[in-house]
């Protein structure tokens, strides 16, 4: 079978959108569509935080390219980036050039030129077996593999649609699973097993503004000085596929970060009509290692023993299913309160902001990743989050306010984690036997599912009521209040847990003994 070209990206809608009160149009638009009428459109409305979290890098590359913002050789960048927001929408010539010039790279199915967007035709004769489009949609299981969104049959898999095969296209080049994959042979030799994508496990942190114009614009990283289009190409730009026996491109601009560093190489079979996604071919695309060095991730550097030597290891901060956005507002903060002095990591902010609150200070973070297991093949949860207040005048000129906002996350989280000792160590107490017993670790996650809710609401509140305008040294926070609160919230979640041990004489001298715990002051960590 033979399907010459079908669903064009640029034209074709994929991809959904909420729009502006007001303002009417499709559920799902073509990329296109949505880069002229972008400042009309709020956001965009992907269920899948992975999903959304790779197409944004992609919507960020077409922003620069139509903008001409992918260079700043006169070192304007900045001010040609505001000209454009007074402008309120992306330049109609730029896009109209750039869609002209690139149509062809955008069908997703093509048979013509030999180049489907973002996928590797030579694995139709390098893979002789399939992986099957249970292992292309992420949120099934495939194989023997446990069922963690849902139960699926490999002998009567669901086809999903092209619309939708294209936002597992983005998850699999940006969060594929490492370890065993479907072989492919190369120069005579089958390999058959991958390193995972470039932002797997980690939690990418995005400026969102009141449109998706905004966000698009203030979501755009500078490019140095040096950089010029012809060398930092997008991966749909390039005239030839890359060898897979070499090593991975190394992106010399924002363009081949955002969209050129995959370590999976994909490609989908489509049905007669190329309505549907029936079977696909997902293996790996380079066996050398690559560069990984992503501007919306929180980079986080510690030392630790390697070969009997201490050395620094970086490493992008984890998503976590369970833990609110709020507790990584440390991240983004360029001005830390004086007790983090010594602590044994250190915190780079994503680089993303420094640009970002050039643009405009009323930005909000969103915050999308995938909790998934750096060793194996485990994928747990999709996280989202969006902060309810503006964030973006957390800048340089305000630093009483960023001590402050440090000092108020500190707080939240010590007494959270004296929530969590003080509940492991009253069962401890009362079953008198060891701190490690299993039994104590389901009481913990009872307690921190009433506090940590509650923190996250008593954080948003004291954060809408600090001093914006620099002139309060302690940055319009009360520290005695705000701990005071905190406590309390820690208390009520440790009596109610601990509510079932009070019951009997042992258990009640238990929960009292171990409340205490609750007062307990953090050390400071200092470093080694």
Same mark, same amino acid.
């Given at each position: 079978m033979e399907l010459p070209r079908a669903m064009n990206l640029l034209d074709e809608p994929w991809v959904p959108v909420r729009w502006l009160p007001g303002k009417d149009g499709p559920e799902s638009v073509g990329l296109r569509d949505l880069l002229e009428h972008c400042q009309d459109i709020e956001a965009?409305?992907?269920?899948?935080?992975?999903?959304?979290?790779? %197409?944004l890098r992609v919507l960020y590359a077409l922003t620069?390219?139509?903008?001409? %913002?992918?260079?700043?050789?006169?070192?304007?960048?900045?001010?040609?980036?505001?000209?454009?927001?007074?402008?309120?929408?992306?330049?109609?010539?730029?896009?109209e050039k750039y869609v002209s010039d690139r149509h062809s790279r955008f069908f997703l199915f093509d048979d013509v030129t030999g180049r489907p967007w973002l996928q590797d035709p030579r694995l139709a004769k390098e893979c002789p077996s399939s992986s099957g489009v249970n292992k292309l949609v992420m949120t099934r299981p495939s194989g023997g593999n446990h069922a963690w969104f849902g139960r699926v049959r490999d002998s009567a898999a669901n086809a999903p649609s092209a619309a939708a095969a294209v936002l597992y296209l983005l998850m699999w080049r940006y969060y594929g699973d490492l370890g065993r994959c479907t072989p492919r042979t190369l120069h005579g030799e089958s390999i058959a097993s991958t390193s995972g994508g470039p932002l797997r496990c980690s939690l990418s942190y995005h400026p969102e503004g009141d449109s998706l114009l905004v966000t698009l614009l203030a979501g755009l990283v500078r490019p140095g000085r040096e950089v010029r289009r012809q060398e930092d190409v997008c991966a749909w730009e390039r005239d030839e596929p890359t060898d897979p026996a070499g090593a991975p491109p190394v992106p010399v601009g924002p363009?081949?970060?955002?969209?050129? *560093?995959?370590?999976h190489a994909v490609l989908l079979q489509p049905d007669a009509r190329g309505e549907r996604v029936t079977d696909a071919r997902i293996t790996w695309a380079y066996r050398l290692p690559g560069a990984r060095n992503d501007p919306y991730l929180i980079w986080e550097r510690k030392l630790a023993t390697k070969d009997q030597k201490r050395v620094e290891v970086r490493s992008a901060r984890p998503a976590k299913a369970n833990r609110a956005l709020w507790r990584d507002l440390d991240g983004l903060l360029r001005h830390k309160p004086p007790e983090a002095e010594g602590e044994a990591t250190t915190v780079e902010p994503p680089k993303v902001f420094t640009t970002a609150v050039e643009l405009t200070e009323q930005l909000r973070v969103r915050a999308l990743g995938f909790d998934q297991d750096t060793g194996k093949t485990v994928n747990?949860?999709?996280?989202?989050?969006?902060?309810?207040?503006?964030?973006g005048h957390l800048t340089d000129r305000v630093?009483?306010?960023?001590?402050?906002?440090?000092?108020?996350?500190?707080?939240?989280?010590?007494?959270?984690?004296?929530?969590?000792?003080?509940?492991r160590k009253a069962w401890v107490l009362y079953t008198r036997g060891d701190p490690k017993n299993k039994r104590a670790s389901k009481l913990v996650p009872q307690a921190e599912a009433l506090y940590w809710p509650a923190a996250e609401r008593e954080f948003w509140a004291r954060f809408d009521r600090l001093d914006r305008t620099g002139e309060d040294p302690d940055g319009g926070l009360d520290v005695r209040a705000a701990r005071d609160s905190f406590l309390r919230l820690a208390m009520d979640a440790y009596d109610r847990t601990?509510?079932?041990? *009070?019951?009997?004489?042992?258990?009640n001298q238990a929960?009292?003994?171990?409340?205490g715990l609750l007062w307990k002051t953090r050390p400071k960590r200092n470093k080694k």
């Open positions: 965009l409305d992907i269920p899948l935080a992975a999903a959304q979290s790779a %197409l620069a390219r139509v903008t001409g %913002l992918d260079e700043d050789p006169l070192g304007d960048w900045t001010r040609r980036r505001a000209d454009i927001l007074k402008d309120r929408a992306l330049p109609r010539c730029g896009i363009c081949g970060w955002w969209t050129d *560093t995959s370590r747990t949860q999709f996280v989202s989050g969006l902060t309810p207040a503006a964030v630093p009483e306010l960023q001590v402050a906002v440090g000092r108020l996350r500190r707080l939240g989280e010590r007494y959270g984690e004296n929530l969590s000792e003080a509940v601990t509510d079932p041990l *009070t019951r009997t004489v042992r258990g929960a009292l003994e171990a409340r």
